[in-house]
């Protein structure tokens, strides 16, 4: 095994604390990883394409006794990530960051319409269906947060000593303690500490100039613009944005919509996730839904 080779990998979730997690990993001493956060090496076909040597070059300038990494969120969901990881690196440790995907979702949202990428108001994205099934062409607001799909599929691969869960809750409570978990987990020295571990990366902000405010408040309008002049826009000084809160109708919509979901992801931690806090009635007609679902998760084949 080549000392460029990856040891551990942050697979997700999006919007669930990676960034944080990357920045703080990247400080240990015994810990490089590439300076672009995101390879997505397992994800893009493109790139996959490429082959070993390709994904072994961003880790060219480790040092030789490094405990080599990275962070691409979007290994939880694609469907062909699982086997490409597991072909190439059974050995690999992954570490999986979990948060309420509700908040997730709408976390997602405001940062699509931060980058002036989503026209749409979040309560009309309800009034279509909800997909269940993560599509690469699609911003996947809602199915990116079905945990246990993807985690019974990387189960059935990898043994469970060999994924690290981290809830998104902890993190932002206990930093210290969740990258000691980290450091142990990795095998690196679990007592570094740095300042980065306890900083929130990707905390909300909203460009400060007047142009680019102008189109943020005309979400449909910004859309209407070449996607070369939205990235124009967001340009100079930032300020902290709170968004409003979702409201109750929606809000209870996807709660309904996760329920069976959460329950099937309390079986496999076995315990329930921060933002369960009852035991959920699952209906007949919601567990079909599931069982759909999951049959479909597995109409990816590797090429």
Known sequence: MSQCIPKFLVIGSQKAGTSSLFFGLNKH?????????????????????LGPAHYE?????????????EASPGYICHPRSPQRIFRQLPDVKLILTIRDPVERAYSQYWDNRRQLQEGRAFDTLLEGPLHQVFTPERRNYFSRGLYSVYLQRYLD???RSQILIIQFDALKR??????????EFIGVDPDFESAEQREIANFRSIFANPLYRF???????AQRLPSLCRRMLRWGSQVPYTPE???????????EFYQPYDRALSELLG????WVQREP???QDVAAEQGVASALMESFPEP
């Open 174 to 183: 206990e930093p210290d303690a969740v990258f000691k978990r980290c450091f």
């Open 215 to 221: 189109f943020f408040d005309r979400p449909a309008l």
């Open 245 to 255: 809160p979702i409201s109750e109708q929606t809000e209870s919509l996807l709660r």
């Open 57 to 69: 070059s961003f880790f060219k300038d480790a040092p030789q006794d490094a405990v080599c990494g």
């Open 281 to 283: 009635e699952l209906t």
């Open 29 to 49: 001493p015994q810990i490089y990883m590439p300076p672009v956060k995101e390879v997505k090496y397992f994800f893009q076909d493109e790139s996959f394409a």
């Open 157 to 159: 691969l990898f043994p």
């Open 271 to 274: 315990e329930r996730p921060y």
